[in-house]
């Protein structure tokens, strides 16, 4: 396969991955980035990669394989020292997170050159949103009210960030922070649960408190898939009269992860399970990442053929939802109003007749 050609004038985009489970995401999310953004020149990090994996990438025409001599951390601490290489030799470079899929147009957020740092809000459901408590707990002085969490799943970054992502991988690399760690992460300070506590610490501090940030809205832009409710309903049904978020980010656990038996909603006397189990493994079935995945079969060297539903009842929501299961036949329904309003606008007494309510069909009128 012919190799993309790609302007310098553009941002890199990085993808590290050192867990071998999770080198199916990273597929995935340069398969995306081919089919969304292929004017993206792609950057694969995996130090511990098969041969089978680092031969698909170099036969991608968006992607390279690249290997970084200068990483510091492991996991998700890895983040700043991955930048810092990269800002070496590129001008722009975004982090995407190997669980991220893309699924829409995002010209308009990797800009060629920004001083704006761009990255994505936390779930509805992250500890102690957003304040000042993160960056006064690391002992900095306050200077900015985060309206909410950072979440570093997507992070572009130019060399106006570099005294940034260096302060950040200097706090990650503290013992206090590494001790915090070892712990489960439900038990560690607010401000040490992970690299992106530590990232909005900074953030809202005197030191950086001018530098313009750019979040990606939750729903909106980024669906953060975070266990049975991290996509809420009400994001779904806003999605339903848009396009849908760009950016579907499998948090938590992976659906290509999950067991190839389904969990039974009642007990079996050999395997105890909750009601919980049963609805997380649903929310896994009924992903919009998996729905976005199965896009991509036949695809040589993709196999996905974990995305389909295992569940009756994923199987059934799937079978009657649309783009994002679980909406049901009121997904279908408004869509083809949406249709019907892009032709002709329609009138709204006809939208009601038909079952819309008033602030719906004012959302088709505005978007037809």
């Not at 939802?321 to 949406?338: C, D, E, M, V």
């Amino acid at each position: 396969m012919q190799k993309q050609v790609h302007s310098d004038a553009l941002p890199v985009v990085c993808l590290h991955e050192d867990r071998p489970d999770y080198l199916v995401g990273v597929k995935l999310a340069v398969a995306s980035l081919a089919r969304h953004a292929p004017q993206l020149r792609v950057i694969v990090s995996c130090p511990n990669a098969n041969a089978e994996f680092v031969d698909w990438v170099r036969a991608q025409p968006n992607a390279e394989v690249r290997v970084l001599r200068h990483l510091r951390g492991a996991g998700f601490n890895v983040k700043p020292s991955v930048l810092l290489e990269l800002l070496e030799s590129h001008r722009s470079v975004v982090w995407i997170d190997s669980d991220i899929i893309i699924s829409g147009n995002v010209d308009k957020w990797f800009a060629p050159y920004t001083d704006h740092l761009l990255a994505t809000e936390e779930t509805y459901w992250g500890q102690q949103q957003g304040g000042d408590f993160r960056t006064s707990a690391w002992g900095l002085e306050p200077a900015r009210r985060m309206t909410c969490t950072v979440n570093s799943g997507v992070v572009q970054v130019t060399r106006e960030h570099v005294e940034l992502l260096q302060d950040w991988q200097t706090m990650l690399a503290h013992p206090s922070y590494l001790k915090a760690q070892s712990r489960p992460w439900y038990e560690r300070p607010v401000h040490m649960i992970g690299d992106q506590e530590v990232l909005t610490g900074l953030l809202g501090s005197s030191e950086f408190s001018q530098l313009p940030i750019t979040l990606l809205k939750r729903g909106t832009d980024i669906a953060q898939c975070f266990g049975p409710a991290g996509f809420t309903p009400m994001e779904r049904l806003h999605a339903l009269v848009g396009r849908g978020p760009s950016f579907i980010h499998a948090m938590g656990p992976k659906p290509w992860l999950r067991p190839a038996r389904p969990v039974r909603i009642v007990p079996s006397k050999k395997k105890a399970t909750t009601l919980r189990d049963w609805y997380t493994y649903l929310a896994l079935d009924v992903s919009p990442y998996c729905v976005e995945a199965r896009s991509y079969a036949g695809k040589p060297g993709l196999d996905v053929a974990w995305a389909w539903p295992r569940s009756t009842f994923g199987k059934f929501l799937c079978a009657v939802g649309s783009k994002h299961p679980g909406t049901g036949f009121a997904a279908r329904r408004i869509r083809s109003l949406r249709a019907t309003a892009q032709e002709s606008v329609p009138d709204r007494r006809l939208l009601q007749q038909r079952g819309v309510h008033a602030d719906a069909a004012t959302v088709l009128e505005q978007s037809g």
